[in-house]
């Protein structure tokens, strides 16, 4: 999958904000030095940013970004010299700036009262620019970091993150922030599909025999079988269904040598898998039928249809009412279909484990 040219922001730990009474100073430069510049792959929240504020999309700032590269490469074929050693220094500082989006804040949290402190009172100010929570994604989080926005286009962003949804669901707090975590996700964008469908998982049902292991005692785990358990199985969780002229499409458009047989999506809402899968030849010749239900309880005919996700991809569906509702807010708000990772040409045939991590090695088992 060809990749578009990483874009730099900075990563602060809340401890340089202290000292500098939470109004810092820091140069793209001094940012380099200080190993506080990151590179950041595109994503939803970036795209929404270059938008707001008018900034080249990212397919604009990749070709600028290659021929700056690409004068840098030819200066330095040329010989040593101060005046080629001053130009070269000039494009990478223009590089930098190309980059650079300086509406984008990672800051890492030294301690709770710091965290306290940059998110729910005051907020924090960089380079002359108030910054306000935005979201802690779930790589994030792990790490003690939360992403920060500048606060005047923070009210916008988290409209379109909350696409319209029905504010009066009840939701579970930390899977609600990692849904809206999402939108971080680095992807590269995709043409929209020409018909989606959003229909409910396959669940099954069946009795069989469970080990059961309680292991909240002293000592060794208990360990029991527990004969003609009920068991739930959701058969079609978290991926969907992708005609392989979809992929095939989507294969071009990112740049690859092969039609991919599955890709990681990204949408309003939506994680999951699309796996290649002709659902409308199978309606056909088994179903014998083109007609689904979808979520929502309407009839969705597949041949209008590239594209079907289950129910368990699109994370808040019952916050809409129907299937025009959902995609027609998602479009308003500015969401487009994209790819975070996309199925290898071949899968590997062997996997290498390493046993000392079961704490022996190789040679003792032979």
């Known amino acids: 999958m060809t990749m578009k040219t990483p874009r730099l922001a900075m990563k602060v730990h809340t401890r340089r904000f202290a000292d500098a009474n939470w109004e810092l100073e820091m140069t793209i430069d001094e940012a380099r030095r200080s190993d506080c510049l990151i590179t950041l792959g595109d994503s939803q929240v970036l795209r929404w940013i270059c938008e707001i504020r008018e900034l080249r999309n990212s397919g604009e700032t990749d070709r600028t970004a290659k021929s700056i590269r690409r004068e840098i490469r030819e200066l330095r074929r040329q010989p040593d010299s101060r005046e080629n050693r001053k130009i070269i220094e000039r494009l990478y500082q223009q590089l930098d700036k190309e980059l650079f989006i300086e509406d984008y804040l990672c800051l890492v949290a030294d301690s709770k009262s710091d965290f306290d402190r940059a998110c729910r009172k005051k907020g924090i100010t960089l380079n002359g620019k108030k910054f306000v929570r935005l979201v802690g ?19 916008e962003i988290r409209r379109r993150i909350d696409n319209g949804r029905d ?53 060794e785990p208990d360990m029991a079988e527990m004969p003609n358990m009920e068991i739930e199985l959701d058969a079609s969780d978290g991926y969907g269904l992708a005609l392989p002229c979809l992929l095939e499409r989507w294969g071009r458009e990112l740049g690859m040598s092969y039609t991919p047989c599955a890709v990681n999506t990204r949408y309003a809402w939506e994680k999951g898998v699309a796996v290649a899968f002709d659902f409308r030849r199978f309606g056909e010749e088994v179903a014998g039928s083109y007609i689904i239900k979808d979520v929502w309880g309407n009839d969705v005919d597949v041949r209008e249809v590239e594209l079907i996700l289950t129910e368990s991809m699109v994370k808040l569906w019952d916050s809409y009412e129907s299937s025009e509702d959902y995609f027609g807010k998602s479009e308003a708000n500015g969401y487009t279909f994209a790819v975070t990772k996309v199925a290898p040409e071949k899968l590997d045939e062997q996997r290498n484990l390493n046993l000392d991590w079961y704490g022996f090695r190789l040679q003792e088992c032979e």
């Open 167 to 219: 504010m009066t669901k009840e939701l579970v707090p930390a899977k609600f922030e990692a849904y809206r975590g999402l939108t971080c996700s680095a992807s590269l964008p995709v043409s929209m599909p020409r018909g989606v469908a959003v229909v409910p998982d396959c669940v099954t049902h069946f009795r069989d025999t469970v080990t059961y292991i309680d292991d909240m005692g002293d000592g």
């Open 137 to 155: 994604t779930s790589g994030g989080v792990k790490e003690s970091t939360v992403v920060f926005i500048t606060a005047d286009i923070a009210p």
